[in-house]
C-alpha cells in the first residue's frame, strides 16, 4: 500500500499555524513511508472563499520547504485537486445514493428550514432538519424536480444506531446515529456540502491517512455514514490536538499571531519555524528539541500524536530560531538575510545593507550570529553600525561599574582613546590586548574602561562590548565616536 496523505484546506485568507502543522505532518507522514502528499483545496462553501488564497497557501507550502507531491499544480493521475473542478464526480455519486435509496431529495425552502430552526430554539431542542422529505417517494420526487423545483440532497441517517470509530491518536470513539440529522451532501446549487465531497474525494484520491484538527471529530458520524452508504472504506484518521495560547484556549489573535506567514514576515526561518510546528502535538522518543527535516521524516509517526493540546511558546520559537542562526555559516547567513531584506525591509536592504562593504557586514554578521532571534531585529540591532550612534554622556556614570562622576568617565575616555589611537584594528585580539594592557599598568579595572567605550561607541544602554564595537566600526570611526562624546564633556 502506497501511504497517501492529504492536506485540504479552505481557501478563505491566511494559512494558519495548525494548518501548517497538518500540512507538515502530513508531508512527514508520506515522507517516511515513501508515499505521496497531496494538496486538494475545498471550496464548496463558495461563500468564505477570498480571492488570491489557493496562490497563498502554495507559496507559503513552497517557502516552507513541504512542497505537494500532487496537486492544483502537479497532476498526479488523481485530479482535479481543486472541489469546485470536480462537481460532475459528486453530481453522478450522490444521485446514484438517491436512486440506491441511502439519500433522497429535500425540496424543503429555506423559509421553512428557518421556522423549523426558530421553533426548535424557542423548545430548547438541538437544531436539526426533521426529516420531511424522507419519505416523499422517488417517482415524485423526480417529477417535481423535471418541474425545475429546487432540490437538496439529504443522507438518510439511521435513526439509533450505534457507530463505531477508530482514531489514531484517540482509540475508539462511539457515537450513537441520532446525534446527527439527515445532513445535506449536495447544496441546491449542484455544489456538494464538505461532508458530500470529503467521504469521495479522500476515496478517488486514494488517501490512506487523513491528519485534521480535533474540531473536525463531530464529523466522523456523516462521514462514516455517507462512506457506508458509497460503499467505500474510510483513511485511516488521527484527529490532532489544537494548538493552544498562553490562556490555555485555542491559540487565536488575542493571544498570538495565528498567521503562518506573519511568522515568515517577523524572520523566522522556514526550517526552525517548521521544527517547531512538529513539536507542538508530537515529539520524538528522544528528548532532542532541534531536528532537521531529514530526522523528523525517520522519526515522525502518526500514532505517536498526542492527545493533549499544546501550548505555542513565543519564547521557545525565538531561542530554536536564534539555534537555527547561530550554525549558519556567515555565507548562508547573509544569503537568507539578504532575500529577508529584500522582500520585507526593501528601502534598508536597497540603500543600507547592500551598500556596506561586505567587510562590515561580515563582521556584524560575525558579531550577530549568537544573539539574533529573528531578522525582523536585524535593523535595530545594527542602527549605530550603519548610521552615526547617539551622544549620551547620561550613561557614563555607573556605580555598579565603579564609575561614580563624569570626571571618572572623561579619564577613562582618554586612556581608551590614546591606546586606540596607536593600536593596529586588524583583529580583536589586536584590539583587545593594548588596552586590557594599559587598563592594568593605570590600575583600574576592565570595566571602568569598557563601560564608557562602549557608551561612546554605541550611544546605547545595550549593546555589542566595547571591543566588538570597536573592530566593528574600525579605527577612524571609533575615535571620532569617542571623541563626539568627549567634546560635550568638556
Ligand atoms: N477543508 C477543511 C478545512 O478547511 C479540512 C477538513 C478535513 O481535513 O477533512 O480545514
Not at 486538494?40 to 463558495?46: C, G, K, M, P
Not at 444506531?161 to 470513539?173: C, H, Q, S, Y
Not at 441546491?188 to 465531497?197: E, K, N, R, V
Not at 526561518?269 to 521544527?275: G, H, Q, R
Amino acid at each position: 500500500m502506497t501511504v497517501r496523505t492529504r492536506f485540504a484546506p479552505s481557501p478563505t485568507g491566511d494559512v494558519h499555524i495548525w494548518s501548517l502543522r497538518t500540512a507538515l505532518y502530513c508531508y512527514l507522514w508520506s515522507h517516511h513511508n515513501n508515499g505521496k502528499f497531496i494538496l486538494r483545496i475545498e471550496d464548496t462553501d463558495q461563500t468564505r472563499l477570498v480571492e488570491g488564497s489557493i496562490e497563498r497557501i502554495i507559496e507559503v507550502l513552497t517557502r516552507m520547504g513541504v512542497s505537494p507531491d500532487e496537486g492544483p499544480q502537479h497532476d498526479g493521475g488523481y485530479g482535479p485537486y481543486i472541489q469546485s473542478h470536480r462537481l460532475p464526480i459528486y453530481a453522478e455519486r450522490l444521485h446514484k445514493l438517491v436512486e440506491e435509496g441511502s439519500a433522497y431529495y429535500c425540496f424543503c425552502t429555506s423559509e421553512r428550514l428557518d421556522a423549523l430552526r426558530t421553533e426548535q430554539e424557542e423548545l430548547k431542542l438541538p437544531p436539526r432538519y426533521d426529516g420531511h422529505c424522507r419519505h416523499v417517494p422517488l417517482e415524485e420526487a423526480c417529477e417535481r424536480i423535471a418541474k425545475w423545483e429546487k432540490y437538496t440532497i439529504r443522507l438518510k441517517v439511521p435513526k439509533w444506531e450505534k457507530i463505531l470509530f477508530n482514531d489514531a491518536i484517540r482509540g475508539r470513539i462511539e457515537f450513537n446515529s441520532s446525534e446527527t440529522d439527515d445532513c445535506v451532501l449536495m447544496k441546491s446549487d449542484g455544489i456538494p456540502t464538505y461532508h458530500g465531497a470529503v467521504v469521495i474525494d479522500d476515496h478517488l484520491m486514494e488517501i490512506t491517512h487523513v491528519m485534521r484538527g480535533e474540531e473536525w471529530i463531530s464529523s466522523i458520524p456523516k462521514q462514516v455514514l455517507t462512506a457506508r452508504a458509497l460503499g467505500i472504506t474510510l483513511p485511516e484518521y488521527a484527529h490532532m490536538p489544537n494548538i493552544l495560547g498562553a490562556d490555555g484556549k485555542k491559540l487565536s489573535k488575542r493571544t498570538g499571531d495565528t498567521s503562518a506567514e506573519i511568522y515568515l514576515e517577523k524572520g523566522y526561518l522556514p526550517d526552525a519555524l517548521l521544527n517547531f510546528i512538529a513539536l507542538l502535538g508530537w515529539h520524538p522518543k528522544s528528548d532532542q528539541e532541534i531536528l532537521t527535516m531529514e530526522e523528523l521524516i525517520e522519526k515522525f509517526d502518526i500514532h505517536d500524536i498526542h492527545k493533549a493540546g499544546a501550548v505555542f511558546d513565543p519564547i521557545k520559537l525565538d531561542w530554536m530560531n536564534g539555534e537555527y542562526i547561530k550554525v549558519l555559516s556567515t555565507e548562508e547567513l547573509h544569503t537568507k538575510l539578504s532575500i529577508y531584506l529584500h522582500k520585507y525591509e526593501n528601502e534598508f536592504f536597497t540603500t543600507v545593507y547592500s551598500k556596506a562593504e561586505w567587510s562590515t557586514n561580515e563582521k556584524i554578521l560575525n558579531e550577530l550570529k549568537g544573539r539574533m532571534k529573528r531578522f525582523n531585529e536585524y535593523r535595530e540591532l545594527t542602527k549605530f553600525f550603519y548610521g552615526a550612534a547617539q551622544i549620551r554622556p547620561d550613561l557614563l556614570v555607573n556605580p555598579k561599574m565603579k564609575i561614580e562622576t563624569l570626571e571618572d568617565a572623561r579619564a577613562s575616555l582618554e586612556l581608551g582613546r590614546t591606546v586606540l589611537a596607536r593600536t593596529d584594528f586588524s583583529s580583536l585580539d589586536t584590539i583587545k590586548e593594548p588596552i586590557i594592557a594599559a587598563i592594568s599598568e593605570a590600575g583600574k579595572k576592565n570595566w571602568q574602561v569598557l563601560w564608557p567605550i562602549r557608551v561612546a561607541l554605541s550611544g546605547e544602554e545595550f549593546s555589542p562590548g566595547a571591543f566588538e564595537l570597536a573592530y566593528i566600526l574600525g579605527k577612524e570611526k571609533s575615535i571620532e565616536r569617542i571623541d563626539r562624546i568627549l567634546a560635550k564633556l568638556s
